[in-house]
């Protein structure tokens, strides 16, 4: 089997970057919420680990998706 990475990167561009813009959003989301409750303070040393946290999680979750998807179209 093979999978011509390029050309997936190049056939899904946008889905890639929707994707991307997504998962800051909703970690901009998450923190913000935070900070609002008052579990976090608004400084950076307090934003930052979560804001990576989330979006790693988001992103890690959308390769996933994305890498099954470039798999299946290479069957």
Do not use: C, W
Request: no cysteine; aromatic share 2%; hydrophobic share 45%.
């Amino acid at each position: 089997m093979t999978v011509d990475v390029d050309k997936f990167v190049q056939e899904h561009q946008e889905e890639i970057i929707t994707l991307v813009n997504n998962s800051l959003n909703r970690a901009g989301d998450i923190v913000a919420k935070k900070v609002q409750n008052g579990e976090v303070g608004a400084t950076i040393q307090d934003v930052l680990p979560i804001m990576l946290y989330e979006i790693l999680l988001t992103n890690t979750v959308a390769t996933l998706r994305l890498v099954s998807e470039m798999i299946n179209e290479g069957n």
